[in-house]
């Protein structure tokens, strides 16, 4: 008995041989390999080597090689068979038996596989050649993909006839069925699939054509806008993307991958020098979509509205997130606008959204809070309970923890109510705030009091641009020209910064000091970034773009430190820019 060919190909597409040898072997990447001490002989020093893109180990100090397949039969002693059946019982994949071999059904795939290409050939053709195509070569170049972008990406024309296609072509009919490119009428005659559309060859990840999307030309009388291949024994949407096989090469560079809703959105990524974007075929964005990009990519930006599906989507995405080791991050697209439109309208604007691309959190908390009034105690009450439930959507609790601070930051309540908001994780929280509930005293007077009780817990964080209030920042002057000594700092102060370092003296305050500065150092941030305007040069644009980055992984767990020093320098340039010759911090540097 023989296993089927297609269960061994979707096994080896489903399967990350990371994730398999990362049970053996521990493996950090380097580049674009994954590396560790080589399972197979003794050393020292690291020479075996993974690669995800390809599917493929080698050790280079005993030369040993292979795929996953032959990797799980040495480490567990097992042929081929029952590597194969290790690894689908892991992915909980069921195996299809046969005994007429493996050689009928390979065969029968590419028998498959030449009729779609043939297929596609013969589209194209039509529309590079036929005058009848000359609406549809109209259409693409006014969404700018003129010649050169419908030959790179295989475009085509499916004529405005019944069976042009199944009577021209010279493809078998039977294969034609099969594919899915004609079906047999009320007649019992072939009839083509796609009738009056443009074309898009969809290729698997090998660059195997293995179905077509089509869309009709504007003004058609078709209800139906887009049509696609239906699923077949070559093509599995959830487990196909649209331009895989060109992207994946940048993507493994990159360690990055762009997805997108359709395939003039991936032509426009391509168009603007970002070869790395891919599509799903008409489906939801998936978790298969997921085993097959982690293959080439641990960081995953999304090019459309990843927040229309609401909680539900959102749970999913931090679940792949754990479970497959990957980040998720929302390209920031202006509102309203495609990236197949974008790339021809503004370029600039389309490589920046994926180089500004916000974690999946991030940009649902911006979301739900953009546009909201915080004018009042209970618009603030409000807002933060609808931020608060985006947050606790997240299941780490050091995550929820650090974008509670941010959250209280923006709506000017406290971090330690919204901290305790974010343990519970209430699905509907209430948020119920403590009696100071004024905005800076809430952030600064805080700083202020944990300076004053235990100077090495914050000192290092803070400059005097982080304090608006002014009595405050007077306060915290004292205490950092008297280098901690709350005495020196209460007897050199004016009254009214004197009465704040009184204050924040006896303070009950229970918070993480690193966590109330990261929150006043975005605070500070934020507000200098308000002020650029168009008239500023691209050298400050750029600068300003880098600082939106750094915010994004303040709230970070791993890198939230880096980020703030980051800041910090950002921050003091900013000022020196400004005219004011440098800020004043608890510690030079």
Same mark, same amino acid.
């Given at each position: 008995?023989?296993?089927?060919?297609?269960?061994?190909?979707? !096994?080896?597409?489903?399967?990350?041989?990371?994730?398999?040898?990362?049970?053996?072997?521990?493996?950090?990447?380097?580049?674009?390999?994954?590396?560790?001490?080589?399972?197979?002989?003794?050393?020292?020093?690291?020479?075996?080597?993974?690669?995800?893109?390809?599917?493929?180990?080698?050790?280079?100090?005993?030369?040993?090689?292979?795929?996953?397949?032959?990797?799980?039969?040495?480490?567990?002693?097992?042929?081929?068979?029952?590597?194969?059946?290790? !690894?689908?019982?892991?992915?909980?994949?069921?195996?299809?038996?046969?005994?007429?071999?493996?050689?009928?059904?390979?065969?029968?795939?590419?028998?498959?596989?030449?009729?779609?290409?043939?297929?596609?050939?013969?589209?194209?053709?039509?529309?590079?050649?036929?005058?009848?195509?000359?609406?549809?070569?109209?259409?693409?170049?006014?969404?700018?993909?003129?010649?050169?972008?419908?030959?790179?990406?295989?475009?085509?024309?499916?004529?405005?006839?019944?069976?042009?296609?199944?009577?021209?072509?010279?493809?078998?009919?039977?294969?034609?069925?099969?594919?899915? !490119?004609?079906?047999?009428?009320?007649?019992?005659? /072939?009839?083509?699939?796609?009738?009056?559309?443009?074309?898009?060859?969809?290729?698997?990840?090998?660059?195997?054509?293995?179905?077509?999307?089509?869309?009709?030309?504007?003004?058609?009388?078709?209800?139906?806008?887009?049509?696609?291949?239906?699923?077949?024994?070559?093509?599995?949407?959830?487990?196909?993307?649209?331009?895989?096989?060109?992207?994946?090469?940048?993507?493994?560079?990159?360690?990055?991958?762009?997805?997108?809703?359709?395939?003039?959105?991936?032509?426009?990524?391509?168009?603007?020098?970002?070869?790395?974007?891919?599509?799903?075929?008409?489906?939801?964005?998936?978790?298969?979509?997921?085993?097959?990009?982690?293959?080439?990519?641990?960081?995953?930006?999304?090019?459309?509205?990843?927040?229309?599906?609401?909680?539900?989507?959102?749970?999913?995405?931090?679940?792949?997130?754990?479970?497959?080791?990957?980040?998720?991050?929302?390209?920031?697209?202006?509102?309203?606008?495609?990236?197949?439109?974008?790339?021809?309208?503004? /370029?600039?604007?389309?490589?920046?959204?994926?180089?500004?691309?916000?974690?999946?959190?991030?940009?649902?908390?911006?979301?739900?809070?953009?546009?909201? /009034?915080?004018?009042?105690?209970?618009?603030?009450?409000?807002?933060?309970?609808?931020?608060?439930?985006?947050?606790?959507?997240?299941?780490?609790?050091?995550?929820?923890?650090?974008?509670?601070?941010?959250?209280?930051?923006?709506?000017?309540?406290?971090?330690?109510?919204?901290?305790?908001?974010?343990?519970?994780?209430?699905?509907?929280?209430?948020?119920?705030?403590?009696?100071?509930?004024?905005?800076?005293?809430?952030?600064?007077?805080?700083?202020?009091?944990?300076?004053?009780?235990?100077?090495?817990?914050?000192?290092?964080?803070?400059?005097?641009?982080?304090?608006?209030?002014?009595?405050?920042?007077?306060?915290?002057?004292?205490?950092?020209?008297?280098?901690?000594?709350?005495?020196?700092?209460?007897?050199?102060?004016? /009254?009214?910064?004197?009465?704040?370092?009184?204050?924040?003296?006896?303070?009950?305050?229970?918070?993480?000091?690193?966590?109330?500065?990261?929150?006043?150092?975005?605070?500070?941030?934020?507000?200098?970034?308000?002020?650029?305007?168009?008239?500023?040069?691209?050298?400050?644009?750029?600068?300003?773009?880098?600082?939106?980055?750094?915010?994004?992984?303040?709230?970070?767990?791993?890198?939230?430190?880096?980020?703030?020093?980051? !800041?910090?320098?950002?921050?003091?340039?900013?000022?020196?820019?400004?005219?004011?010759?440098?800020?004043?911090?608890?510690?030079?540097?």
């Amino acid at each position: 008995m023989a296993i089927a060919d297609d269960d061994i190909d979707r !096994l080896r597409s489903t399967v990350s041989i990371v994730d398999v040898v990362s049970q053996f072997v521990q493996l950090r990447k380097v580049g674009r390999n994954w590396v560790g001490l080589c399972p197979f002989h003794a050393e020292k020093s690291p020479s075996f080597n993974v690669r995800e893109e390809t599917g493929r180990y080698k050790c280079f100090g005993c030369d040993q090689s292979g795929d996953v397949f032959s990797f799980v039969q040495q480490q567990e002693h097992l042929d081929f068979v029952g590597a194969v059946e290790y !690894l689908a019982a892991k992915a909980g994949l069921t195996l299809t038996y046969t005994s007429t071999g493996q050689s009928r059904e390979r065969a029968r795939r590419k028998q498959l596989v030449e009729a779609m290409g043939a297929a596609v050939d013969w589209y194209h053709r039509r529309l590079l050649d036929d005058p009848a195509a000359r609406p549809a070569r109209d259409y693409l170049r006014s969404r700018g993909l003129a010649g050169d972008a419908a030959r790179a990406f295989r475009v085509g024309w499916a004529p405005d006839e019944w069976d042009a296609l199944s009577r021209e072509a010279g493809i078998d009919g039977e294969l034609l069925r099969t594919v899915g !490119l004609s079906f047999t009428n009320r007649r019992n005659r /072939p009839q083509d699939s796609f009738r009056a559309r443009v074309l898009f060859p969809i290729f698997s990840d090998t660059g195997e054509a293995v179905a077509l999307g089509g869309r009709v030309l504007p003004g058609s009388s078709d209800p139906a806008k887009y049509k696609n291949s239906p699923e077949t024994p070559i093509y599995a949407k959830s487990k196909t993307l649209y331009g895989l096989n060109w992207a994946k090469a940048e993507a493994a560079a990159a360690d990055e991958i762009v997805v997108c809703e359709g395939y003039t959105d991936v032509i426009g990524f391509h168009r603007v020098g970002l070869t790395r974007a891919v599509a799903t075929c008409g489906t939801a964005f998936t978790e298969e979509h997921v085993r097959l990009v982690k293959r080439y990519a641990s960081r995953v930006v999304l090019a459309f509205d990843a927040d229309a599906a609401g909680q539900g989507a959102a749970e999913r995405f931090y679940e792949w997130e754990r479970k497959h080791q990957v980040q998720v991050a929302v390209a920031r697209l202006p509102d309203g606008q495609d990236p197949g439109d974008l790339a021809q309208r503004d /370029p600039d604007a389309l490589r920046a959204s994926v180089a500004d691309a916000a974690p999946f959190l991030a940009f649902r908390l911006r979301r739900s809070m953009a546009g909201r /009034p915080s004018r009042t105690p209970e618009d603030r009450v409000r807002l933060a309970e609808r931020a608060m439930a985006v947050v606790n959507e997240h299941p780490d609790a050091n995550v929820r923890k650090l974008y509670a601070g941010q959250v209280a930051t923006e709506v000017g309540l406290a971090v330690a109510d919204l901290e305790r908001v974010a343990q519970q994780r209430q699905r509907q929280p209430t948020v119920a705030p403590s009696r100071r509930a004024n905005r800076r005293e809430n952030a600064e007077f805080v700083a202020v009091a944990l300076l004053a009780q235990d100077w090495e817990s914050i000192a290092g964080w803070l400059i005097e641009e982080l304090f608006v209030d002014d009595a405050h920042r007077r306060a915290f002057l004292a205490l950092a020209a008297a280098e901690g000594s709350l005495d020196g700092a209460i007897e050199a102060a004016d /009254p009214e910064a004197r009465e704040v370092l009184e204050r924040a003296a006896v303070a009950d305050v229970e918070v993480e000091p690193e966590v109330e500065a990261f929150n006043l150092i975005g605070a500070a941030v934020r507000r200098e970034l308000a002020r650029t305007g168009a008239s500023d040069g691209e050298e400050r644009i750029r600068d300003d773009r880098a600082a939106r980055l750094l915010l994004e992984d303040l709230h970070s767990p791993t890198g939230a430190g880096t980020a703030a020093e980051g !800041l910090l320098g950002w921050l003091h340039g900013r000022m020196e820019d400004h005219g004011s010759g440098g800020s004043r911090r608890t510690h030079e540097g």
